[in-house]
Nanobody, 117 residues
Framework: QVQLVESGGGLVQAGGSLRLSCAAS????????MSWYRQAPGKHREWVAG???????NYADSVKGRFTILGDVAENTVYLQMSSLKPEDTAVYYCNANDDGSNSDYWGQGTQVTVSS
């Protein structure tokens, strides 16, 4: 069973930075894509950023230029570097791994990010 464990969330002031980590129980190269999603209170879960095995990273318009997704194959970890944070970035952030062979999705438990104004 694939396990994803997020960490790195916390409370930060607007304009600050955080780095989220998603540690996978197996090589991230086993997955077709790794992504970050977020869910704010009262809202649907939304896609934030993703990186595929073969393509460049992609970002939601709301975070483009501020967030960077990076995969570290040696550490089996995907990072989300977040800078210039805004109060509207406040949400629970979830890591997702998509197994393109079985078309299965795996999720972490989430990590809370709170940005104060």
């Amino acid at each position: 069973q694939v396990q994803l464990v997020e960490s790195g969330g916390g409370l930060v002031q607007a304009g600050g930075s955080l780095r989220l980590s998603c540690a996978a129980s197996e090589s991230i190269n086993n997955f077709g894509a790794m992504s970050w999603y977020r869910q704010a209170p009262g809202k649907h879960r939304e896609w934030v950023a993703g990186v595929s095995r073969t393509g460049p990273p992609n970002y939601a318009d709301s975070v483009k230029g501020r967030f960077t997704i990076l995969g570290d194959v040696a550490e089996n970890t995907v990072y989300l570097q977040m800078s210039s944070l805004k109060p509207e970035d406040t949400a629970v952030y979830y890591c997702n791994a998509n197994d393109d062979g079985s078309n299965s999705d795996y999720w972490g438990q989430g990590t809370q990010v709170t940005v104060s104004s």
